[in-house]
């Protein structure tokens, strides 16, 4: 059974940090490449950043490039996303997505 966990939401004040992981089962993570999609309140699925199967390509949403950077641990069946210089516009749900499966999200709420 594919399963993938994510975890590290959480209140943050502004221009503040957060790392998120995702925490992958079930098929052979090494061999997919993995995405961060998120839901703010109110409004559509939005594209973050995507990484390839091997960790050497990353791709990036203008709305979160210089500021938030994706990794992944293959050894530990792990995905990251570390989130810098937040803004009150990154309030969303993120997800992590991977062989069209999907984690049941981690909220992440910027906010003074």
């Known amino acids: 059974e594919v399963q993938l966990v994510e975890s590290g939401g959480g209140l943050v004040q502004p221009g503040g940090s957060l790392t998120l992981s995702c925490a992958a089962s079930g098929f052979t993570f090494s061999s997919y490449d993995m995405n961060w999609v998120r839901q703010a309140p109110g409004k559509g699925l939005e594209w973050v950043s995507r990484i390839n199967s091997i960790g050497g390509s990353t791709y990036y949403a203008d709305s979160v490039k210089g500021r938030f950077t994706i990794s992944r641990d293959n050894a530990k069946n792990t995905l990251y996303l570390q989130m810098n210089s937040l803004k009150t516009d990154d309030t969303a749900v993120y997800y992590c997505?991977?062989?069209?499966?999907w984690g049941q999200g981690t909220q992440v709420t910027v906010s003074s």
């Open positions: 997505e991977g062989t069209g499966y």
